[in-house]
């Protein structure tokens, strides 16, 4: 039933500090930063997945080793069937075709010394791509396309505002006509209005040209309105996946609920409302926590939470398709989680089933 | 929840403020008018460009060069300061209200700390990296401590950072300007602000901090001079989500301790209706819409607050389609700006008449709520409307256009 155009399987980046000669000749023990750690999701063809999670949780890391433009220390990538890492020459050339990304800050990611004509049509031309003037015409074409006027065309990027730059970086990452677009934060940078500009844009492209979009945010409305499905990552890892309406209605993982939680709405309603802020701050991912990561500012972390990681339950629909990946000991009812103690900094609940 | 009818503590008249730089003079703030109330939180809200930092920046007088605040008048309710300066400046009291337009620089330097203070939006580049966080904030404190000993002099304040001090300080780097009362003070101000372990805190550097930390810091050294209003630009916006609900649980906590007023300035509109009382909404340097927030939000009179609204998805219920408004903010240099409603190059709902500025009306009779629009004074007459590309100039191409309208 499932078609994925991505899948993603233990995906791991560490980074290595202490790592120089010197400190090999003295003995010293590299120290890991453990960015992504086991990540694993798969992207449906056509649609959205959004990679939700607050800043320094890794989704930017992902998103950029999946496409090779880090490399990853473990784990493996398919795109299409085929394995990500182990290619080169012509089929990595083809894959980098297929798979673009559209980045956070439109004001870094384009060249200041290009005009909007270069800048578009570069990836034409890295991939040789048509005649210098097939790349003209295709150039003004896309920037047409994205809500620009190609009289433009000839402009630097100082020249534009931040929206329209953002426009022309989505111009660029369609160029070569991919499959597989990663849009990193591609709005986090925008005002509000113009934010909602792009987005509709992201909207009508993904359908005229049956686009699959890895969808990197914090803004959880943002999310909510443009993916299908959610990941939502905590520290390195993936902490929940699964259809975005469901999620959004009715959070599985302790961590998903605290961020919806947190979320301030544009409503009347809003005000006064009282949030049960998650205590602490995010813990450095040189030395996270043991056993569930989140345990440290979890509202119902227990003894069992501290000793074991406990790993993505996948759980189905009535027609055996996996639905939803949760990864914590509350979503089953025996685990000796409901036996153990609570944790010093966790709300008291009541839980009929504690027994 | 209605509006809190505490008195005025601050009514801003007409404020203007330019910068004058190269490209011609900026008009970044143009006639502003708000009142702050006692015990309140005031929003301000716009987009980048709209000109509500440089408005909070003008409260204070801390607009800098080429910028200067060159209109308009900013009553402050003061009693000790009013009877104070009355012989001296009798045009700038009113009953307990002093104009701080016409003070003189000492006097308004003076009331930076007791009266105002203001925390910003970076807490990473708001701190001086190579001083300790307690210091920083023991310095605050102290310095309020001083100008509380001789309130009207900003001479004792500094005194103790001239040159005599600076070489003293050289020969023996030991005495401090810091006493040790101040620094205890600012260990209490970190406990406060729920910063864990304050004392040993105190001692390490903003680096060691993290952001959301580090904006509770800010926090406690706004409170140094235990301040009647405190201005907050933009306090959440470089923070995650659960350590912005952190921050706002916060400011919600010390305003219910303290009693001051807060005039809260950003750009999400949800930490607006989360936080504020009442609310001004600023396009291209002018208030356009202000009113409570139930006004605001449930019958907004404004196209632009209308638009704002319009554009932010719902986390409840993911509408099919966002309604953006169209077009950019536009820039502010006063050449460039005709005499017209600024908005109306981006209204869907541009008239003949939105080319002369529109005044203020108030909306449905009510004396809060009033529009910087002509719709809220009479309906939309279809016939006055002006041609989608009227403001188009041949020469400048098209702006952000929409689909469809890019093949000229």
């Known amino acids: 039933m499932t078609d994925p155009l991505v899948e993603v399987e233990d995906l791991e980046k560490y980074y290595y500090e202490d ?119 295709r150039a003004a074409e896309l920037m047409e396309r994205v809500g620009l006027s190609s009289a433009q065309l000839d402009r630097y990027p100082n020249e534009f505002s931040g929206g329209q730059r953002q426009r022309i970086g989505i111009a660029r990452a369609l160029a070569l006509e991919p499959d597989f677009v990663v849009c990193d934060e591609p709005v986090s940078a925008l005002d509000v209005s113009v934010q909602a500009q792009i987005l509709n844009l992201l909207d009508d492209l993904q359908s005229e040209f049956d686009l699959t979009y890895l969808f990197i945010a914090h803004d959880l409305s943002v999310v909510r309105h443009i993916t299908d499905r959610v990941a939502v990552m905590y520290l390195g890892e993936v902490v929940e996946t699964g259809p975005t309406d469901d999620i959004f209605e009715d959070p599985g993982h302790p961590y998903t609920e605290a961020l919806l939680e947190s979320v301030p709405r544009a409503d009347a309603s809003e005000h006064g409302r009282r949030v049960d802020a998650l205590p602490g701050d995010v813990p450095s991912p040189r030395d996270p926590p043991a056993g569930c990561r989140f345990h440290t500012r979890c509202p119902y972390a227990r003894e069992a939470c501290r000793e074991t990681d406990p790993q993505p339950v996948a759980e189905s629909d009535s027609a055996g398709d996996e639905q939803r990946r949760i990864a914590c000991f509350r979503t089953d009812a025996d685990h000796d989680y409901w036996a153990s103690e609570p944790l010093e900094h966790a709300r008291a609940e009541p839980m009929a089933d504690d027994d | 929840m209605a509006a809190n009818s505490g008195r005025d503590l601050l009514r801003v008249e007409d404020v203007s403020t330019r910068f004058f730089t190269e490209e011609g003079q900026i008009n970044a703030v143009e006639e502003v008018s708000f009142t702050v109330r006692e015990g309140e939180v005031f929003g301000i809200v716009g987009e980048s460009g709209s000109g509500k930092s440089v408005t909070a920046l003008s409260l204070v007088d801390l607009v800098e060069s080429p910028g200067r605040v060159t209109d308009g008048e900013i009553w402050f309710r003061n009693a000790d300061l009013a009877e104070a300066v009355r012989d001296d400046h009798p045009g700038a009291v009113d009953g307990e209200f002093v104009d701080l337009r016409q003070m003189p620089d000492g006097v308004r330097r003076s009331l930076r700390g007791p009266s105002f203070s203001m925390i910003f939006q970076d807490p990473m580049s708001s701190f001086n990296p190579s001083v300790t966080v307690g210091e920083q904030i023991a310095e605050a404190v102290e310095v309020q401590r001083r ?155 404004h196209p632009y607050t209308q638009g704002l609204l319009g554009s932010i998805p719902d986390l409840e219920d993911p509408a099919a389609r966002l309604q953006p408004i169209e077009g950019s903010v536009p820039d502010l240099v006063d050449a460039e700006m005709d005499d017209r409603c600024y908005f109306a190059d981006r209204c869907p709902k541009a008239m003949t008449e939105c080319l002369d500025k529109p005044p203020e009306f108030p909306v449905d009779g009510d004396d809060e709520h009033a529009a910087k629009c002509v719709l809220a004074d009479h309906d939309y007459v279809e016939s006055e409307a002006l041609d989608d590309d009227y403001f188009a100039s041949p020469l400048e191409g098209m702006g952000d256009t929409v689909e469809g309208e890019a093949d000229d």
């Open chain 1, 19 to 137: 790592d120089s000669l010197l400190d090999r000749i003295t003995g010293r023990e590299p120290t890991s930063v453990k960015a992504v750690d086991g990540v694993s999701f798969t992207v449906e063809r056509g649609e959205t997945l959004g990679l939700v999670g607050e800043s320094g949780c890794g989704k930017s890391t992902t998103g950029e080793t999946l496409l090779r433009l880090r490399e990853a220390t473990g784990g493996s990538v398919s795109f299409d069937g085929e394995d990500v890492f182990a290619m080169d020459g012509e089929d990595l050339v083809d894959f980098r075709q297929r798979a673009g990304i559209v980045f956070q800050d439109p004001f870094s990611s384009l060249d200041p010394r290009m005009t909007a004509r270069e800048i578009i049509a570069e990836p034409l031309a890295v991939h040789d791509v048509g005649t210098a003037a097939d790349r003209r015409s």
């Open chain 2, 147 to 301: 100008a509380s000993a001789n309130p009207r002099s900003t001479r004792s304040r500094s005194q103790g950072y001239g040159l005599g001090r600076l070489l003293l300080d050289t020969v023996v780097p030991t005495r401090s300007y810091v006493s040790r009362e101040s620094r205890e003070r600012a260990v209490d101000l970190l406990d406060q602000v729920g910063i864990p372990d304050p004392a040993e805190r105190a001692d390490e550097y903003p680096h060691q901090f993290s952001g959301g930390m580090l904006q509770r810091a800010m926090v406690a050294q706004a409170l140094a001079g235990e301040p009647d209003v405190l201005i907050a630009d933009e306090p959440t916006t470089a923070l995650d989500v659960t350590i912005q609900a952190q921050i706002l649980n916060l400011l919600d906590d010390l305003q219910a301790e303290t009693g001051m007023s807060i005039v809260l300035i950003t750009h999400n509109l949800g930490v607006i209706a989360r936080m504020c009382d009442r609310v001004s909404v600023m396009y291209a340097g002018e208030i356009v819409e202000r009113g409570s927030l139930d006004a605001l939000f449930e019958n907004p009179a």
